[in-house]
């Protein structure tokens, strides 16, 4: 997984209750991203962040909310807001606006 | 809703064989392109790019073409190898919607199975 260590890999939500993703780098990378993948589909880009204090919405930002107050760090919380959670997040890192390296996933379900 | 798809195209090659995967990308202002494989429950790894000045680049039993012209990408892996049964999918690099920022667009991907 290179540097970017995603936790937990497995995660479950009750109906009602925000979680948190981990995702922490040591690749000393500015940008780093959150994607979700759901069966047979592209990833699509949750939130991205190019610095440390700041991050911008991606396609599907509804029900997602971030924060980047460390360089190394950039998780993701799902709010109860977000109704079809299930699905495999990644979160990548990039040193410049081109290959991005993926953490090795979380996988949400909803109980 | 959001809609499920299942249905990934499939190549099922012989190991020993050469796999070909072709990628369609959609914007022709597209600079940059990515091939990545993802094993089943885990993160996607970098297996090659190539910029939109190149048509060819070779890496180690792989290659990436890149034909602008119909905007058109492929992967060649050569001597495929059980190893190597995984997802593969292209992104392609463009500007977002405001001009502001790079987007990297990923495609659905492709099921290789290599056969033993």
């Known amino acids: 997984d290179g540097g970017i260590t995603q936790s937990p890999k497995y995660l479950f939500r009750k109906e009602g209750q925000n979680v948190t993703l981990s995702c922490e780098q040591n690749?000393?990378?500015?940008?780093m991203y959150w994607y979700r993948q759901d069966p047979g589909q592209g990833l699509r880009l949750i939130y991205y962040s190019q610095i440390v204090n700041d991050f911008q919405k991606g396609d599907i930002a509804e029900g997602y909310s971030v924060s980047r107050e460390k360089k190394e760090s950039f998780p993701l919380t799902v709010t109860s807001a977000q109704k079809n959670p299930t699905a495999f997040y990644l979160c990548a890192s990039s040193a410049t606006n081109e290959k991005l390296f993926f953490g090795s996933g979380t996988q949400l379900s909803v109980l | 809703g959001e809609s499920v798809g299942l249905h990934l195209p499939t190549l099922s090659v012989q190991e020993g064989d050469n796999s070909i995967i072709n990628c369609a990308y959609s914007?022709?202002?597209?600079?940059?392109f990515i091939w990545y494989k993802q094993e089943s429950g885990k993160g996607p790894q970098f297996i090659i790019d190539i910029r939109s000045n190149m048509d060819k680049r070779q890496g180690q039993r792989v290659t990436v073409l890149l034909n602008k012209t119909v905007k058109h990408l492929s992967l060649q892996i050569a001597a495929t190898q059980p190893g190597d049964s995984a997802v593969y999918f292209c992104?392609?690099?463009?500007?977002?919607?405001?001009?502001?920022?790079?987007?990297?667009?990923f495609g659905k991907g492709t099921l290789l199975t290599v056969n033993p």
């Open positions: 992104a392609e690099r463009g500007w977002n919607s405001g001009g502001s920022n790079y987007k990297l667009t």
């Open positions: 690749l000393n990378h500015d940008a």
């Open positions: 914007n022709s202002a597209s600079d940059y």
